[in-house]
């Protein structure tokens, strides 16, 4: 900075005059010539210390160092701050306006007021600053005597001073000792005066004894119950008395009440109560006492519609709000002063009318509606209310007529009339009500309902002429026709309604119609709804939307139960569209679930007979008819079937079954012969293998199956069939395990990518060692484990390079490892098994079951996450709870694994081999019928049971009870 080059102030500067402070100097700043003014200063200021005190002698100071600098440069020397410069004007950068200058001449300074500090201090400035002192000083005398100090004392002494040490030790204070700190209480005055009058009295032991023996008479019957006078009226030394109340006789007269309460309320025969305990506590629970919120609400309310009713006083809700105010408040004599002034001044409203009677006895009530009954004889609702109160039936009819006297179009009034009355006696007041009121559709419908077949249809004419736009009109017609078994004429009806309301323009939308249809169909008349879809189904719909439109409508109404309805959509479709085998289809199913078996049987015999080409009709059809047990119509729709299809495979096969199941081998063989001479096919050449095992005949089967994969090399099944019935049926020998092996061989070659194939030809080399051992006599045959085990294992292995990322061959040779007692390498497969294959099913079940016990929730837990919708891993959590006993979760994870695949045998199995072990037969008997309907074809352990030669015949329920023995 440019000040801190300076080695020393300018003569006579000092600090901060300028600005107005009160300057202050040290002789290190204008050397020994400011000692006088330091001096003077420092008096100034041990003298007074006030502000006026230092200006001064700052002042002083100034002057008498511009005196001695004019004497010793003669008068003519430069000031303190050198000379001015030529022209300089002070204050002109300050904004201050130019005087004369300094070169002007004396003559131009005359007249101008010199600064301040050139100013000479005279006498009169002592004098004011002398009386400026006086002033300050009784001031301080004043604020000396009111602080109650010595006025002696300069410095005054405030409590906030005293106390200041003491208020910055409160920030040490911690939360604790701050809370510790008890409340100030208010020792005014007033407080301490009105707590002299509550003062109490001691009694004496005389009036005590004596108050006691009082008590002691009110229960003996006395008039006085105890504790409700005064003990005793003592008086003070001022000369005036206090009624001291008794406490212990309040408890001791409450409890006397009680007891006499009780008393009233007991038996005199028997001793015991007649109270209600329960009623008793449920009337002690609703007693509600009001809270300050509350009465404060209540009484602004009151403010609130007091302004109302002065504002307004026709209004009647206000004074209706006004009453149920002071109800709510439990002043009901105050709410029935209110609501009785309301009906005086608002005689015309009839919710004032009725909010009076409400709140008023039912004998009070029946005059105010009296009264109200002359003010508004055209109300019903007062009607309605004043034959609510009456308790006697007649007296109800009295009412009711009287108001119908009144009000002869009152709907509401003719029904409840007409209800009180009996069927004779309601057909007259109806039929004078149709007449009064000719436009009530309820009316003309209630009098057809009573009367007879011939005057209901008079009625229904009469109510048509009346109301030729009414759609209901017609369709109680139609109903009254289908109650009689006039079908034909329901039919005219519904056609005649659909053009006369045209006619009318009233405009009925097809969903309205449908609608009524549904109505139709709840009120048992199924043909008035067949009516209704049949003339209106087709209202505004597109000719290439109609399919698609009836089929939609069809679902609709499923889902909501009609199942007349849907039945006559889908007729009417299938009359509109004949060849549409979506549409049959729909029929079909829908026969199955809401029909019987003749209903199902009309629509297939008509589904085939419209297209005799689909097979599935045929097919269908005939089993319905061999599972009912007509086995000769079976065999007849199945000739029928082969007229109309001579060369189709299905039907062949399917009549080949029907043979093969009832008994009939030779025919089904005969069946099969000529199916393969016309429907020649790898599957009827496997169905002829299949008989020929069944029966015994080995190698009559293995020649077909030669035969078979001559012309069908390609069909694996074939492959399957030769190599099983070489490896299990035939003799254990090598020559037959040679056979067998060729058969798997050969069908690797040419079909590869089979499965199933591998399977098997993997589980004959682990196997065919041992059993030849045995067969020979071998007593060691399990040392050739390891043989069979090593063979295995290679084919696996190469099947895996083949067939890349299939999790039944990462499955079959975990099993193979954990059956040779290798369980770290089953358990290394697994985890490469996890990695090929992260979310299969089958590997994610497997992981779960064969994992210790610890860890098969964490396993569960994470096959979850993996893949939450997989049938095998839910069957698998299922079976985990079943085995920890927690039924109610096992149950409903076994219930979501049939849902997500009916086809899966699996899961139906173990679910009823779960409820058979935890004793739960009706549950069981319910999973079996529901296993029977879903008929599943699909599982690893189904299929193994189902598929064996021994249980050839065995049915779908026969199937679970044999899972169940074997496996629970």
């Known amino acids: 900075m440019a000040f801190r080059n300076k080695k020393q102030a300018p003569r006579g500067y000092v600090p901060g005059l300028g600005r107005g402070a009160a300057g202050f100097t040290t002789r290190s700043d204008v050397g020994p010539a400011a000692a006088p003014a330091s001096a003077d200063a420092g008096a100034a200021a041990s003298a007074g210390g006030s502000r006026a005190a230092e200006q001064r002698a700052a ?25 001015a410069p030529k022209g300089y004007v002070a204050g002109m950068g300050r904004g201050a306006g130019g005087g004369a200058k300094a070169d002007d001449g004396p003559a ?103 108050r006691s023996m009082a008590n002691a008479d009110a229960t ?30 309040l408890a001791e007269a409450r409890g006397t009440v009680l007891g006499m309460s009780l008393d009233r309320m007991s038996d005199s025969v028997s001793g015991q109560t ?20 509350e009465i404060g609400d209540i009484n602004k309310a009151r403010l609130l519609l007091k302004s109302v009713r002065d504002t307004n006083p026709n209004h009647g809700p206000g004074w209706i709000a006004a009453a149920r105010v002071e109800e709510a408040a439990g002043k009901t004599l105050q709410a029935r002063k209110l609501i009785q002034e309301g009906c005086e001044v608002c005689p015309s409203s009839e919710d004032v009318w009725l909010e009076a009677a409400r709140l008023h006895p039912p004998t009070m009530a029946k ?29 109800k009819k009295g009412v009711l007529r009287k108001g119908l006297e009144m009000n002869p179009t009152s709907v509401t009034l003719w029904k409840a009339a007409i209800e009180l009355e009996e069927a004779d006696n309601a057909k007259i007041l109806l039929s004078v009500a149709v007449e009064k009121i000719p436009q009530s559709i309820d009316m003309w419908l209630a009098l057809a309902r009573l009367e007879t077949y011939e005057n209901a249809r008079k009625v229904l004419n009469q109510a048509r002429r009346a109301l030729p736009a009414e759609r209901s009109i017609w369709l109680a017609a139609a109903k009254l026709e289908e109650s009689q078994n006039h079908e034909d004429v329901v039919d005219k009806i519904v056609q005649k309604a659909v053009s006369s309301l045209s006619k009318h323009d009233s405009v009925v939308t097809r969903a309205q119609w449908l609608k009524e249809a549904e109505m139709a169909e709840a009120a048992e008349a199924s043909v008035t709804s067949a009516a209704i879809v049949k003339h209106t189904v087709g209202i505004g719909v597109d000719v290439e939307d109609r399919q698609r439109t009836w089929s939609d409508d069809t679902n609709g109404a499923l889902s909501r139960g009609a199942i007349a309805t849907a039945r006559a959509i889908l007729a009417h479709s299938l009359s509109a569209f004949p060849s549409k085998r979506s549409l049959w289809m729909q029929a079909v199913e829908l026969e199955r679930k809401h029909g019987n078996n003749n209903s199902l049987d009309d629509v297939l015999a008509a589904a085939s007979e419209r297209l005799p080409k689909q097979e599935i009709f045929w097919l269908v059809r005939a089993k319905e008819r061999w599972t009912s047990g007509d086995v000769e119509k079976s065999r007849e729709i199945l000739t029928q079937a082969f007229a109309a299809n001579p060369n189709s495979e299905p039907i062949w096969l399917a009549a080949a079954k029907l043979e093969w199941e009832t008994g009939e081998i030779d025919r089904a063989r005969v069946l099969l012969n000529r199916a393969r001479e016309r429907a020649s096919s790898a599957l009827v050449y496997m169905k002829s293998s299949i008989l020929e095992r069944e029966s015994g005949r080995f190698d009559d089967a293995l020649s077909l199956i030669e035969e078979g994969l001559e012309n069908y090399p390609k069909f694996a099944k074939l492959y399957m069939i030769g190599g099983q019935i070489c490896s299990e049926d035939l003799d254990i020998n090598k020559t037959n395990f040679d056979r067998a092996r060729k058969f798997y061989q050969r069908g690797l070659t040419i079909c590869p990518d089979s499965v199933v194939l591998w399977i098997l030809s993997n589980r004959l080399e682990e196997k065919a060692p041992r059993l030849l051992a045995e067969a020979n006599g071998d007593g060691n045959s399990n040392n050739y484990l390891g043989i069979g085990f090593t063979k295995a294992r290679s084919l696996l292995e190469l099947a895996r390079l083949k067939n890349p990322k299939n999790p039944e061959l990462w499955v079959e040779a975990i099993r193979l490892e954990r059956r040779a007692g290798n369980d770290k390498l089953a358990v290394t497969l697994m985890a490469r098994a996890l990695q090929e294959c992260p979310k299969a099913g089958l590997l994610l079940a497997e992981n779960i079951s064969s994992s210790p016990r610890p860890e098969q929730k964490a396993k569960s837990a994470d096959a979850i996450k993996k893949n939450p919708d997989d049938p095998l891993v839910i ?6 709870f079943a085995s920890e006993r927690k039924q109610e979760k096992a149950r409903k994870w076994f219930e979501r694994a049939i849902v997500l695949n009916p086809d899966l045998g699996d899961s139906w199995a173990k679910y009823y081999a779960f409820e058979i072990e935890t004793r739960n037969e009706e549950k069981a008997k319910l999973i079996k019928n529901r296993c029977i309907a879903a008929d599943p074809k699909h599982g690893e352990i189904w299929c193994s049971i189902m598929k064996d030669m021994k249980n050839s015949k065995k049915s779908t329920g026969d199937g679970l009870d044999l899972y169940s023995m074997q496996f629970s």
Do not use: C, H
């Open 220 to 249: 003996s019957g006395s008039a006085t119950l105890a504790g409700t006078t005064n003990a005793a009226e003592a008086s003070n030394g001022q000369g005036f008395k206090s009624a001291v109340s008794n406490m212990s006789g």
């Open 274 to 293: 007649v109270i209600d305990p329960k009623g008793y506590l449920t009337s002690l629970s609703n007693t509600k006492l009001a809270s300050d919120a």
């Open 108 to 210: 131009a300074l005359e007249g101008i007021p010199q600064s301040s500090s050139q100013t000479p201090y005279d006498d009169e400035d002592e004098e004011a600053d002398r009386i400026y002192e006086d002033i300050d000083e009784r001031m301080k005398k004043k604020q000396k005597t009111k602080a109650g100090e010595d006025a002696s004392d300069s410095n005054v002494n405030k409590i906030s001073n005293q106390f200041r040490e003491l208020k910055q030790q409160l920030a040490s204070v911690s939360e604790s000792e701050w809370a510790s700190i008890p409340d100030v209480g208010d020792y005014s005055l007033r407080y301490k005066q009105k707590r002299k009058q509550d003062t109490f009295t001691p009694l004496t032991d005389s009036l005590l004894e004596a």
């Open 367 to 395: 005059t105010i509606l009296a009264s109200a009954v002359r003010r508004i004889p055209t109300s019903v609702n007062i009607f309605l209310r004043a034959a609510d109160l009456e308790l006697a039936a007649q007296a």
């Open 875 to 880: 069957s698998a959590v299922a079976s985990l």
């Open 59 to 83: 002042k002083l100071g100034m002057q008498r160092m511009q005196q001695q600098n004019q004497e010793q440069t003669g008068g003519t020397g430069p000031s303190p701050f050198g000379m």
